[in-house]
Structures are given as C-alpha cells and as structure tokens.
C-alpha cells in the first residue's frame, strides 16, 4: 500500500514552504548528498505519530504560461484535490480572509476532500485568539500555527492523521514481481507497458484495477507472475499540470513504493537531464531493485561508438545506480523489447538475495586484511562481526568497536567487496553499522 498524500495548498505568501520545511525539517537525502542531485523541495516523506506520508507543497508546481495569480492557485488546488487524501488549506492569521481565499475554499469545498485549515502566522497569543472570522471558510475550527515558529503544527499533524484512509493489507502475493516505469512525460512508458503487453509469451491474466493513480495488470510469462503498475496509463486528460515535470515526480513516487523493480525510462533522443537522475534518486533511496531503460532507440543514428558512449554517459549522470543494468530498447520497433521481463526478474531475484553469515564474514575479513580500514587520531575501526538482517533491498548490519570510524569511502569499498562476491546486480545494498553491545 502506498502511504497517503498530505497536500498543502494556499495563495501565495501565507506560508506553505514554511510549513512544508517545518513538518518535514532538514533531513538531507542520501542521494543528494552523495550523487550531487539536487532535490525539489516540494515532496517529502514524513511521519506523525508513527502514520508514514507524502507531502506535497503544491504552490512549487507552477504553470510557466500562467501568469495570473488565480489561475495557479486554481491549478494548484485541482491537484491537490486530485492527488491528496488529505487537504491542509493555510490562510494568514495577519491579513484575514481574502477572496483568493475564499476561492480555493470553494473549489475544496466541492470537492468533498477531506480538509484541515491551517491559519498560519498565529504567532502570539492574541493572534491565536483572533481565529474565529476563519469558521466562516466552513472547514470547521481553524488551527492556529506559526510555522516560522513551529506553533500548533502537533495539533495540525493530529487532526491530518484522524483524516487518513484505513490501511490495507498489500494486495498480492510475495512471488509476484512488481514491477513499474518511471521517468517524465513522453519518454514512452505508456508505449513500453504496451509493447510488453503485447509480446508473445506475455499472457495477461487481469487488468487488476485502476486506482486513482495507476492501472496494474497482472500477467505471466513462461511461469513469472508479474504486475504492471502503470502510472502513465492513468491521463488526468485536460488538467494542465499532468504535463508538469514535477508533477510526473509525484507520480514516480507513488509508483516506486509498490513496486520491487523500477524502470527508469529515459528517452534516448533527448538524453539525460536533472529530472532523470531525480526520479532515478527516489527509487535508489526507496531501496528498489532498477533497471535503466533508454528507450526511443530506433530514432538516433548510430555509429559503432554509439552505444559505447551512451552507456559511458549513463554510468556518470547515474553514479548512485551503478548496480543498474542498461537495456537499449524501442517501444515503436519493439528491439529488445523481450528482454525486459526477463531481466526484471533476475534483478528481482537479486533483490531478495540472501547470503550466508559464514561468506559474509569471510568477505569482510579478507576485505579488512587487504585494505585495512584508516586510523583516525590513531584509533582504528574493527570490524567484529557481519550479518544480512533483510531483502529488498538486501541489508546488511556490521558490528564494530566504534561506529564514528567508519567512513563513508570504506563503506563504500566494503560494499563493492560484497558486490565482487555477489553481484546483486540491479539491487542497492544497505550498511547499517552499529557499535558492538
Ligand atoms: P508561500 O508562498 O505560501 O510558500 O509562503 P512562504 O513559506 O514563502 O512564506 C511567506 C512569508 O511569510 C515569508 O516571508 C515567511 O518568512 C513568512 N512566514 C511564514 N510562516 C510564518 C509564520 O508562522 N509567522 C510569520 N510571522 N511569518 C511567517
Ligand atoms: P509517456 O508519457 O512516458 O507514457 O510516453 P508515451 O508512451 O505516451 O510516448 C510519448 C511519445 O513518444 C509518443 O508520441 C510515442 O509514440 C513516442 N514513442 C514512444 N516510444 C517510442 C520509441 O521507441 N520510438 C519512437 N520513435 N517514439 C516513441
């Protein structure tokens, strides 16, 4: 199941991206410390009294050829409305309702979405005690918060979670590979699930169901049970902001968490760009098994260096993902399209690997023997014992004599001695180091 979407919605200047930074603080991502990817501050998870969700800061998806303030803020609530489980509509303690206000309270009104009203800039007292012109909005008692001063934001993450749909047990079985493409607009996802869909030895037992933000089909090849969960399939026809690159971000997350492999899609014509690594990075930190699929292949003129180059060019924008393998494909000519699933099973199979206590230790011993780890002020990290504690993705827990002396470059050199014994090719791996008891 996917955790459920928060969204913030507002005009302008009340407040969001202040909120939005306050609930989730200033956890900085594996992917963009270390791969240089720089992270849309508009979508985080977070967590409330041990309930997990997505927030979205819908006044960070803005429409280039909207330049009129009411139409973005418009847009903004359609995908609010569209996305979210949940609405957290914030006015401005300071100025009092407006008629922006009131507009985007009408369009949620009608939506019949569930809606908490956040009054922002409540940030004394007195202010706290002037909440009441906001009943008038008709979403109930308003909430008085100062986000720049983190006021009453428990109280607001309180009446959020109340919100939140009942969780449902995972809807397929452990063998059944899950599987889904990622990547923006137009790089040919839908015209992949096609192709696949329509191979010979593919055999679609169902179209499972549409949820609001994906259609899964179930099939089987030569004895695999797979599901497709194909966002692309699911158009907001006519909503402007389904073309947004940003929002094709949502989309991906949504997508990665129900997934065990990701197909990162990118479109071979017009290579790789920052979005590309961006949603690369999501599924690296969801831990999903990936693959890298550059489609649109049937369109480059090649010569006998051009594969070369385009993989080369791959492994350095993609750096955090080079366990991915690359496949080279056409949805329109259908080249290679028939190596995709069989691929996506062996990094599937790779994903929830396990290997035995006994080779691991063996693994890290002689890794320690041959590059012993660097003193740090003359103190030495020792390794005393290695264990997998979980797959997908595999995890693995190393007990030291102090956890302050393990670097990340010996992390990283422990990780390609593990992958030099098992390749777990197509999966990320996990290192938690933890000080010996
Ligand atoms: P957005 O356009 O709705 O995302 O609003 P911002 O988060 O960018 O905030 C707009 C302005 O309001 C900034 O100058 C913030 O510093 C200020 N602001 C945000 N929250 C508060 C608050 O709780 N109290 C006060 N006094 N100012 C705030
Ligand atoms: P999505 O937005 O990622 O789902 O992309 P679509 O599947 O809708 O494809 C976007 C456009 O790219 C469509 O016009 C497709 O016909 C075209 N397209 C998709 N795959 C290929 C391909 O392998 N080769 C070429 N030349 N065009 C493709």
């Not at 594996?30 to 409330?48: F, K, L």
């Not at 470059?409 to 290192?431: C, D, H, Q, V, W």
Request: hydrophobic share 40%.
């Amino acid at each position: 199941m996917a955790n459920p979407v928060v969204a913030i919605v507002g005009r302008p200047n009340v407040g969001k991206s202040t909120l939005f930074n306050r609930i989730v603080g200033e956890r900085i991502s594996i992917v963009e410390d270390v791969a240089g990817v720089t992270r849309d501050r508009i979508y985080s998870s977070s967590e409330w009294l041990d309930h997990p969700f997505h927030l979205i800061d819908t006044g960070g998806i803005a429409y280039d050829d909207q330049d009129v303030f009411l139409q973005q803020i418009r847009y903004q609530a359609e995908l609010a409305i569209d996305e979210a489980d949940v609405i957290i509509l914030v006015v401005d303690a300071t100025a009092g309702i407006t008629a922006d206000d009131e507009e985007v309270a009408k369009m949620l009104f009608r939506s019949k979405k569930p809606v908490v009203l956040a009054v922002n800039k409540a940030d004394n007292p007195t202010r706290m005690n002037e909440l009441y012109e906001f009943y008038s909005l008709g979403f109930g008692e308003p909430i008085g918060i100062s986000s720049a001063h983190g006021l009453g934001i428990g109280d607001l993450l309180d009446e959020v979670i109340k919100h939140f749909p009942e969780t449902k047990e995972e809807e397929y079985d452990e063998d059944v590979i899950r599987v889904s493409f990622i990547g923006r607009p137009n790089v040919g996802k839908s015209s992949l699930v096609n192709a696949i869909l329509g191979e010979q030895r593919v055999i679609v037992s169902d179209v499972a169901g549409t949820t609001r933000d994906a259609i899964d089909t179930q099939l089987t090849r030569e004895g695999q049970d797979f599901v497709i969960i194909d966002t692309a399939g699911v158009r907001k026809r006519g909503k402007v902001y389904e073309s947004t690159e940003k929002y094709s971000v949502l989309r991906a997350l949504r997508a990665i968490e129900r997934s065990d492999v990701c197909l990162v899609v990118i479109n071979a014509e017009e290579g790789i760009i920052e979005q590309d690594k961006k949603i690369a990075g999501y599924s690296h930190e969801a831990g999903r098994a990936a693959i890298i699929v550059v489609n649109k292949w049937d369109v480059l003129a090649k010569d006998d260096k051009t594969f070369q180059t385009f993989t080369q060019s791959i492994r350095d924008h993609f750096q955090f993902m080079s366990y991915a393998p690359i496949l080279f494909v056409s949805a329109n000519t259908k080249q290679r399209i028939q190596q995709i699933l069989p691929k996506v099973q062996e990094v599937a199979e790779q994903h929830a690997m396990r290997v035995s206590t006994s080779v691991l230790n063996d693994i890290i011993q002689e890794a320690t023997t041959v590059t012993p780890p660097p003193t740090d002020k003359g103190r030495r990290l020792r390794i005393n014992y290695a264990t997998q504690v979980s797959v997908k993705p595999p995890t693995f827990v190393l007990f030291v004599n102090d956890v302050e002396l393990m670097h990340f470059s010996y992390r990283r050199y422990l990780e390609n001695k593990i992958r030099e014994a098992f390749p777990f090719e197509g999966t990320p791996l996990r290192m938690i180091v933890r000080n010996k008891a």
